[in-house]
């Protein structure tokens, strides 16, 4: 009973409570004073994003090479409305085991006060032992009080170190007049410097030594900082010298020291020319390199006609917003699958339709979202983002979505899902569903929502199926559109969306791109719908001998007016 009856006092008591103290065995009260903390209230909420994300690096190539200095710089904007507070920027990699990058782990921030932003910058460093791989970045947004930013996740491949080989290529001396080498004359030695190996060199130096006291140097310098030569560059050198009739020999030795970056892949050459010996003259003389294996390039056809003269108009929708998908290989990403599984030309089909979206469709190039080879974490980030800011637009935004790659539908349940590079179509756990990507932006409440899908989702693709064991194609179930959307397919049914290999685009998009050309983006939607469908309809029968017949699909609330919609509006 003395439990229990304590147990209910504890309930009444709010700044104190009684308790018993035994000191020499009696009891003496005392009292406890509890503090009791104040509640903190947040009135104003932070919102944070991440956007204008870019990469840079030395050479310029897109690449984190070996040995190379590079960084990741992108914004942490605030599109809230209340303060965020001691924000942290965390950078971790998705595939830990790459050797060789070091990179800044965490970044503080600090405060970012509601509509404003601030630039970060991630510094990698890439040592001599890197290999060739893909180095998935993670980057977090973390704010004190758990008002985080969604994750960014970016992929750049990183390449190992190629090594070069500067060598002396070949020399010859000459004379002003072509005559005889003699003492007490000038002697003109030209070589040529050449990097013969597999990756280019750094920090060249060459140098012309003379050994012996009674030869000297007629020129103002002998030593040239030639700086980087890549695969098979060249650089002519000319060195002037004589040697004085106090010198005994029957030839003149010449040394050229060459040493780059490293002072191991380069060769010295000791050079000698014999006195009295007749040579041709100076504006004579031929030099001829040596001829090393060409690199494996890749050279691809001229442009294709919708590839330039790109219609260029002044109108810019402030509130319009693109996210552009390309995605091409697969095989890269995903052990046991064939090159012939990958979307032929998915990447030149996104790139150019964003050209198109800048500078023919209104889209200010900063909300412009461009993904070329896209994860699952990519695209759903990319996705959330869209929405958000749309969200946030109200109902004056617009939405353009523009997808090139696999699609699939699943087997028992037939949804269909955009298939990124690093899901495998037997698992679409992680796959992105359809409907999800329709229902984010409908739910956003924009004005207006085009949708371009130049993909299939029956099991077939550009090239071959991405599953080679999906024998019979399926049926994908129809999606239900809501909100404001208009939807452009590029095939129907158990179709597959193909290829116009000599213009290296998707069909679809290539008929896409050529309506908008020539009308310069002063089109209806009804017109575009008519001339895709008949155009692609009939060409596919001509160029691939199969059908592809694309399809319109819209939502109920727009049924009556989506035809008259335009993008120059």
Known sequence: MKHFIFGISLLFLTTSIQAQEVISGKSKPKRIQLTIPKPSFVTA????????????????????????????????ENIGKGVAENVMVRVSLKNEDIRGLSFGKEIPVGDIPADTKKEVSVPITASIDLEDQIAEFIIEVREERGFDAFPLEIKIETKKFRTPEVIIADAVFSTEDGGLIKLNYPINLKVIVQNIGDGDATGVVTEF???????????????????????????????????????????????????????????????????????????????????????????????????????????????????????????????????????????????????????????ENSNVYLLIDATAGEIQQKIDLVSKLATKTGTQAEIIFYYAGHGLPDESTKEPYLIPVDVSGSNLSSAVKLGDIYASFSKTGAKRITVFLDACFSGGGRNAMLIAARSVKVVPKQQLIDGNMVVFCSSSSEQSALPYVDKQHGLFTYYLLKKLQYSKGDVSYGELADYLTQKVSLESLKINQKEQDPQVKFSLQVKKDWENWRFDE
């Open 45 to 76: 909420l932070p919102d944070l994003i991440i956007a204008g994300e870019t990469f840079s690096d030395q050479d310029k190539n897109n690449f984190i090479d070996a040995d190379e200095f590079s960084e990741i710089r992108f914004n942490v």
């Open 209 to 363: 030594l003379l050994t012996n006291p009674n030869c000297v140097f007629l020129g103002e310098h002998n030593r040239y900082e030639l700086g980087r030569l890549e695969v098979g560059e060249t650089q002519e050198l000319e060195f002037l010298f004589t040697a004085t009739r106090r010198y005994i020999g029957s030839e003149i030795p010449v040394y050229v020291d060459v040493t780059e970056q490293y002072n191991k892949y380069s060769r010295d050459t000791a050079l000698n020319v014999g006195l009295q010996q007749r040579l041709t003259a100076r504006n004579q003389v031929v030099i001829s390199g040596i001829v090393t294996a060409s690199q494996e390039v890749k050279i691809a056809s001229l442009s294709a006609d919708v590839d330039k003269n790109i219609p260029v108009n002044n109108y810019k929708n402030q509130n319009r917003y693109a996210l552009i998908i390309g995605n091409e290989d697969y095989s890269k990403y995903q052990r046991g699958i064939s090159t012939e599984s990958n979307v032929q030309f998915a990447r030149n089909d996104a790139k150019i339709f964003k050209d198109y979206a800048v500078n023919t469709l209104g889209v």
